[in-house]
Every structure is written in structure tokens, then in C-alpha cells.
């Protein structure tokens, strides 16, 4: 009796189990509200992460604006201490990846590529830098053309000797692993160097071209963040599941708004709107170029009747502010999605843990690497000016013409001018 009762207990139990397997439509019932679960704004401890977000973030704008203050050269060594940062999250992603491969020696010769890498891109962009900064010291002068003139020789001979370092540290067996990291760290200095080699021609133009362009990523960012946070219902893309449609959308007409409005006010200050030619720390003072010169929009007379102004004034560069603002908003935030499906590939959340809340430096500067490259080339193509300037020939004359051949230009130019006085 005892052993029919435990049998028909035990086969009403396993009925009961198999009444209440989940169906097929309970299981992905199931699955949406997890998937739901991942949003921001059913995250439980949402709050928590947003103080620690928000306290990092006041700390990074406040030492951001310190740099600002202090000017170009501050600003290009900020930059400089991003890339190493970069370039150290990345390179130690790739070591994480393969911590059973790890080979003697290849860590080392990664970072030897990447300050040659920095010798090369800087060097090219100091040449004319350094020239108009030395000009007063004649020795100073000679040995810095000395340096630019063969700076491409100096970069070459030390890309070849990590070439033949890499060449000469080859194992059998392990061929296809180091040609895969070999490539990996050109990938790498590629992406780290690019933005950054437009990053710092954007400071020299004018602070203005690097602040706007970086300030609408970080106002474009804040504000996907709290839409987000508040009402944020709709998954945005795969790659990365608390983006929300809600947040891109409200982060959009915040970026165009903010670009429209920090641009005029951004665009009155002469140290951030002069183009730096040295390498000399003082604030600078020039002519404004007609962009940031105030011009008036006059109201038409039916609309006096209720606005009270008959001319809003408006900076030219607000217009051109509207197109950053555009691809600071829609185009920008493709490269944090590369970003995260790059993670995704490697299974990290983060690229490192740098920052408190935000991850790590690069997790910071994905859109700002897209960002930079589009604001230069835009600045050059429909910005600045292609006509010649004095400014541009006398920078090519210090540039190109060694101190001889610049005593001899004086002397022709000299002689010209006599001659014209007299006749």
C-alpha cells in the first residue's frame, strides 16, 4: 500500500510539473520583461547609478573647464592624456582576450608603435608651429628645422625597428595569433590618432571649433541619459538595449537648441575664436572673422505687433552650429553603437573602469572620435577662407624658407618697393 500511495504521489507530482511547464508563449512572455527589465527606466537601481553619473560628470566638466581656461597648449596636452588612456584600455582589452597567448616583450613594442605614431602626427603638425615660436632665438631655430627636416626619416627608422623587433620575436605555432595582434595595434593607433591629429587642428584654428563640436556630444549625451531615464519605453537599437528611442529623439532637439544658443554666446569671446600660430601660452586678440561679427535680422512690421524687438541680432556661426548640432545628434551616436558592439564582441561592458559610472575613457570619447574628424573637414570645406591671406604667406615663408633665403626675400622686397617709391 505503502509503495501504490508513494507511486501515485510521485506520478501526480510529475503531472503536476508537466501541467505547469511553460508554454512556448509564457517563455517569451517571460523573456520581454526581462528585456523590458534592462531598460533604464525600470532599473531598480537607477538612482544610485545616476548619483554616481552625476557626480562624476560635474568633476570631469569642472576639470574640463580649468583646461579650457588655461589655454591651446593645455588643451592639446588634455588630448595627448586621453590617447595614452585610450590606447591603454584597448591594448589591455586584447590582453584580456588572450591572457593564455600572452608573449614576452609584444606589450612593450605596442606602446613603442604607438609613440612613434605620436612623433609622426604631432611632429608634422609642430613644423610649423615650433618655427614661428623659435624664430627670435637663432641657435633655437636652427636645430628646430633640423628636427622638422627630418623628422619623416627619424619616425620611418623607428617604425622599421619595431618592424624587425616584431620580425625577429616570431614563434612557430603562434604565426597567426601575432599576426592578428600586429594588426590589431595598427587598428588601434588608427583610430586613437585619427580623431585625435583633427582634435588638436581644431584647437589651432580657434578653441571655438573644438568646444562647440565637443560640448554638443556631452549635451547630446546628458540628454539621451535623462530622457532616457524619465521616459524612456522604447528599445533604439540591439547593440545596446537602454538606448531608447524616447531619449535619442529628446537629445536630438536638445543638441539643435543648445548648438543654436551656446554658439552666439560661445562666438563673443576673441580667445576662442582666434586661430593660434604658435606654440605661446597668452591669450590671444585678433579681428573677429565676419562669422562671429553680430548682423541683425530685421522683424517685419506685422509681426512688431507681438514681438517687441524690430532687429534680433545673430552671429553668422549659428547657422553653421545648426549642422554640427545635426550630425552631434543623429550621426555621432552611430559611433558609441560601434562602440558597444565592439564590447559586445569581447563581452565587456566597459572598455575600463576609469571614470565612476561612466566606464572608461573610451567609453567617453567614441562620438567624440566621429565628431572631431566631421567638424574639421566641415570647417575647412565651407568655413574657412581659401583665398590667400598675409598671414598664410608669411606663415609659408617661415615655414619652408630657411634664414638666408628670407634675408634675400627682404632685400628683393626692399628693392621693389624703393622702386615704385620713386617712379
Not at 564590447?343 to 575600463?352: C, E, N, S, V
Request: hydrophobic share 45%; charged share 15%; net charge positive.
Amino acid at each position: 500500500m505503502n509503495r501504490d500511495s508513494s507511486s501515485t504521489d510521485t506520478s501526480s507530482n510529475y503531472l503536476g510539473r508537466a501541467r505547469h511547464r511553460k508554454r512556448p508563449s509564457e517563455v517569451s512572455l517571460d523573456s520581454d520583461k526581462a528585456n523590458e527589465s534592462k531598460l533604464l527606466v525600470n532599473d531598480h537601481n537607477k538612482y544610485k547609478s545616476m548619483l554616481i553619473r552625476t557626480y562624476s560628470s560635474v568633476w570631469m566638466i569642472a576639470g574640463f573647464s580649468f583646461i579650457l581656461y588655461m589655454g591651446h597648449l593645455y588643451i592639446w596636452a588634455m588630448i595627448v592624456v586621453i590617447q595614452i588612456f585610450m590606447a591603454r584600455e584597448l591594448f589591455n582589452l586584447l590582453r584580456r582576450a588572450n591572457e593564455e597567448r600572452q608573449l614576452p616583450g609584444f606589450r612593450l613594442l605596442n606602446w613603442h608603435f604607438f609613440f612613434t605614431a605620436m612623433l609622426f602626427t604631432y611632429g608634422r603638425f609642430l613644423s610649423r608651429q615650433l618655427v614661428n615660436t623659435m624664430t627670435s632665438d637663432k641657435l633655437l631655430f636652427k636645430l628646430v628645422s633640423v628636427l622638422i627636416k627630418y623628422q619623416m626619416f627619424i619616425c620611418y627608422f623607428l617604425y622599421i625597428a619595431g618592424f624587425v623587433w616584431f620580425i625577429l620575436t616570431l614563434k612557430n605555432k603562434r604565426y597567426k595569433y601575432q599576426f592578428s595582434q600586429y594588426a590589431w595595434t595598427h587598428m588601434i593607433l588608427l583610430m586613437v590618432f585619427v580623431q585625435s591629429a583633427f582634435t588638436v587642428a581644431n584647437i589651432f584654428e580657434g578653441i571655438f571649433w573644438f568646444l562647440l563640436p565637443a560640448s554638443l556630444i556631452i549635451i547630446n549625451d546628458i540628454a539621451a541619459y535623462f530622457f532616457g531615464f524619465f521616459f524612456g519605453r522604447t528599445p533604439l537599437i540591439k547593440l545596446s538595449p537602454k538606448k531608447t528611442w524616447e531619449g535619442f529623439i529628446g537629445a536630438s532637439v536638445t543638441t539643435l537648441f543648445a548648438a543654436f544658443v551656446l554658439s552666439n554666446i560661445l562666438g563673443r569671446f576673441q580667445w576662442l575664436t582666434c586661430p593660434r600660430k604658435d606654440l605661446s601660452t597668452g591669450w590671444l586678440h585678433c579681428d573677429p572673422d565676419p562669422l562671429f561679427k553680430t548682423e541683425y535680422f530685421p522683424v517685419s512690421s506685422w509681426m512688431q505687433r507681438w514681438f517687441p524687438l524690430k532687429e534680433i541680432p545673430y552671429l553668422p556661426v549659428q547657422f553653421h552650429a545648426l549642422a554640427l548640432g545635426l550630425f552631434a545628434s543623429i550621426i555621432a551616436p552611430f559611433g558609441g553603437f560601434f562602440a558597444s558592439g565592439f564590447k559586445r564582441a569581447f563581452k565587456l561592458k566597459d572598455f575600463g573602469d576609469s571614470i565612476p559610472g561612466h566606464g572608461g575613457i573610451t567609453d567617453r570619447m567614441d562620438c567624440q572620435m566621429v565628431m572631431a574628424v566631421f567638424a574639421y573637414i566641415y570647417h575647412q570645406s565651407f568655413v574657412m577662407s581659401q583665398s590667400f591671406s598675409v598671414e598664410m604667406i608669411f606663415d609659408q615663408i617661415l615655414r619652408n624658407l630657411t634664414f638666408e633665403e628670407q634675408h634675400f626675400l627682404y632685400e628683393q622686397l626692399g628693392n621693389i618697393l624703393q622702386g615704385r617709391q620713386s617712379s
